[in-house]
């Protein structure tokens, strides 16, 4: 065993760090050619890899919804605080889901909320850039819960509404999916809404270059003007790199415009660093039309990205910026 130690730390030429842990190996079990085995090992492992890249990482995202779905109907079953929250037995409930979504934010992707002083006091329409998931909007609610004791409602795509068992998790949450009279209602009613214009297209065909695809898509500046709110903007960096998507192919895209179900592949769930940045109100003014708010947003949202992503996006350097210690600056 001495005589293999000293022929392994004798220099690189003499014996590779491989096959110095075989040796070693070797000698410990006492199982001759354990390098076929460590061989054999190490092809599964390559082999397994994309599946874990592709299943079980996105997968503890959808893991984290059910047991939220699971927390809020034994919250709903055993509510031994009802009477202390009567005026809204779920207020515990939110409590808790925004615990576990910021805890699971600030521990996998160290997420960090950066201009939630630009978040005013009554209503607003926050906008933002659709990553391939909706995460960061998770994040940032959660932490915007806790810290500023603050709701904000989000506008859905409808086939989020026919997920199997998400039912009671979008009325707790107040998740809308329209129509305009309903997002005006909420912001009168003095509350926040998220909305990202882009939606599941901009989610699914965007890409590392963070391009915005909202189309001529105003809607949403006239529920502003309507509701009389300002606009927030807000952006995530390094989004599109925690999950990706196979919208590049062309297949994809066709299926999606024919049949407008989210069919498209998605891959990561990698622990990358996440920091949302909010930008200052675009505030509300009574002669500015739908067009020109809605193409303000676009610029503002714009200007986000430009300043905080760097183009093209890189898995690598989002998981390097991931263990840094010192933050970035607004």
Request: aromatic content about 12%; hydrophobic content about 45%.
């Given at each position: 065993?001495?005589?293999?130690?000293?022929?392994?730390?004798?220099?690189?030429?003499?014996?590779?760090?491989?096959?110095?842990?075989?040796?070693?190996?070797?000698?410990?079990?006492?199982?001759?050619?354990?390098?076929?085995?460590?061989?054999?090992?190490?092809?599964?492992?390559?082999?397994?890899?994309?599946?874990?890249?592709?299943?079980?990482?996105p997968?503890?995202?959808?893991i984290?919804?059910?047991?939220s779905?699971?927390?809020?109907?034994?919250?709903?079953?055993?509510?031994?605080?009802?009477?202390?929250?009567?005026?809204?037995p779920?207020?515990?409930?939110?409590?808790?889901?925004?615990?576990?979504?910021?805890?699971?934010?600030?521990?996998?992707?160290?997420?960090?909320?950066?201009?939630?002083?630009?978040?005013?006091?009554?209503?607003?329409?926050?906008?933002?850039?659709?990553?391939?998931?909706?995460?960061?909007?998770i994040?940032?609610?959660?932490?915007?819960?806790?810290?500023?004791?603050?709701?904000?409602?989000?506008?859905?795509?409808?086939?989020?509404?026919r997920?199997?068992?998400?039912?009671?998790?979008?009325?707790?949450?107040g998740v809308?999916?329209?129509?305009?009279?309903?997002c005006?209602?909420t912001l009168?009613?003095?509350?926040?809404?998220?909305?990202?214009?882009?939606?599941?297209?901009?989610?699914?065909?965007?890409?590392?270059?963070?391009?915005?695809?909202?189309?001529?898509?105003?809607?949403?500046?006239?529920?502003?003007?309507?509701?009389?709110?300002?606009?927030?903007?807000?952006?995530?960096?390094?989004?599109?790199?925690?999950?990706?998507?196979?919208g590049?192919?062309?297949?994809?895209?066709?299926?999606?415009e024919?049949?407008?179900?989210?069919?498209v592949?998605l891959y990561?769930?990698f622990?990358?660093?996440?920091?949302?940045?909010?930008?200052?109100?675009?505030?509300?003014?009574?002669?500015?039309?739908?067009?020109?708010?809605?193409?303000?947003?676009?610029?503002a949202v714009?200007?986000?990205?430009?300043?905080?992503?760097?183009?093209?996006?890189?898995?690598?350097?989002?998981?390097?910026?991931?263990?840094?210690?010192?933050?970035k600056e607004?």
């Amino acid at each position: 065993m001495t005589a293999g130690n000293e022929s392994c730390t004798a220099g690189l030429t003499s014996m590779s760090y491989l096959t110095c842990l075989t040796y070693v190996l070797e000698e410990w079990t006492g199982v001759e050619d354990i390098g076929d085995y460590l061989s054999y090992a190490f092809y599964i492992l390559w082999l397994l890899f994309p599946l874990v890249v592709v299943f079980v990482l996105p997968g503890v995202i959808v893991i984290l919804f059910y047991v939220s779905i699971l927390w809020l109907h034994i919250y709903k079953r055993k509510n031994e605080i009802k009477e202390a929250y009567s005026h809204d037995p779920w207020i515990a409930g939110r409590e808790v889901l925004a615990t576990l979504w910021d805890v699971h934010g600030r521990l996998w992707h160290g997420y960090e909320l950066h201009g939630i002083e630009n978040i005013p006091e009554g209503p607003g329409l926050v906008v933002f850039y659709h990553g391939a998931t909706p995460v960061d909007y998770i994040y940032f609610s959660a932490r915007l819960h806790l810290v500023k004791k603050r709701r904000c409602r989000v506008v859905a795509d409808h086939f989020v509404f026919r997920l199997p068992g998400f039912r009671i998790l979008i009325e707790v949450l107040g998740v809308l999916h329209g129509p305009k009279e309903a997002c005006v209602r909420t912001l009168q009613n003095g509350h926040l809404l998220a909305i990202a214009p882009g939606g599941v297209r901009e989610a699914l065909f965007s890409d590392e270059m963070y391009t915005i695809l909202w189309s001529d898509r105003k809607g949403f500046a006239q529920v502003a003007i309507d509701a009389k709110v300002p606009i927030i903007p807000m952006f995530t960096q390094n989004v599109r790199e925690g999950f990706r998507t196979l919208g590049g192919i062309k297949i994809f895209r066709s299926l999606y415009e024919r049949i407008r179900l989210p069919v498209v592949p998605l891959y990561g769930g990698f622990p990358v660093k996440l920091r949302t940045f909010i930008g200052e109100p675009i505030p509300y003014e009574p002669n500015v039309t739908a067009e020109e708010l809605a193409a303000k947003t676009k610029a503002a949202v714009q200007a986000l990205i430009e300043k905080h992503q760097k183009i093209p996006g890189n898995i690598f350097r989002a998981l390097m910026e991931r263990f840094q210690t010192q933050k970035k600056e607004d």
